[in-house]
């Protein structure tokens, strides 16, 4: 059976969002939020652009789909996002009670799985969808980086 | 010796900063961002004003001491906090690298020690600076709530 809009679908449109990340020199970062199958919140990564640690993907997509909502609880909400959330993402997100979290490359030093950050007990967490692309991505950034 | 900048001196500015949320509705807790015993940053919590979960008045802080600065590392600053930081800003603080976190009362639920949040190696933390002012204003906020 095909799925239109099965994890991999909303996974490559936070793909999309760390590739206008990486052209833009951020670390290679996207991230979407979907209420029913509909997309309300799009964002990469901009702590270079705005010269803030806080702009990460997940925080700007948390942020404007509260706005969209008009309210801050994300409970009926899945975010897609390209790397595992960090501490600070993973915090805000459990103040958002969002429903679902879909990650695609794990974050081995830094993410909230290693970090052991509390998600909301309503929260569900699965990665993986998409991994390779997602890490490949950052490869792609570090190593350009270091030359 | 009187001692002009303490903490005491710089908690009673984020007191301040939590007096101006109480009186907006708000949760009450303020912060403040010092550099060399100057302010360079003044928040308070603006969750309900703004609908959005991540505008804890650290979060804030950070953002406006890092446009201040022109840099998003926050290495030689100290922050003050009426309230012990949550994951959220505690993850928010270990990427910006600040030097020093001085709060006021303990969050015995949903602070960063309770939680096991990690922050940076070279961030200092010490907690209980007019921990009673600070605690009674989230007291009152509660009370007022609940009736």
Redesign the interface.
């Given at each position: 059976m095909v799925l239109p809009y099965d994890d991999a679908y909303f996974m490559k449109k936070a793909l999309q969002e760390a590739e206008y990340a990486l052209e833009a020199g951020e670390v290679p970062v996207g991230a979407v939020i979907v209420v029913q199958d509909r997309i309300i919140a799009r964002a990469h990564n901009l702590?270079e652009k705005l010269?803030?640690?806080?702009a990460h993907a997940e925080?700007q997509a948390?942020?404007s789909a509260?706005?969209f909502l008009?309210?801050?609880?994300l409970k009926n909400c899945t975010l897609y996002v390209t790397l595992e959330p960090?501490?600070?993402?993973?915090?805000?997100l459990?103040?958002?009670q969002i429903g679902k979290i879909v990650y695609g490359a794990t974050d081995v030093e830094r993410g909230c799985g290693v970090?052991?950050?509390?998600l909301h007990p309503k929260t569900k967490i699965i990665g993986g969808i998409l991994e390779n692309e997602a890490a490949s991505l950052l490869q792609h950034f570090f190593q350009k980086k270091r030359k």
């Open positions: 702590t010269n803030d640690v806080t925080m948390i942020t509260a706005n008009g309210g801050k609880y960090c501490q600070m993402c993973a915090g805000a459990y103040w958002s970090m052991g950050t509390t």
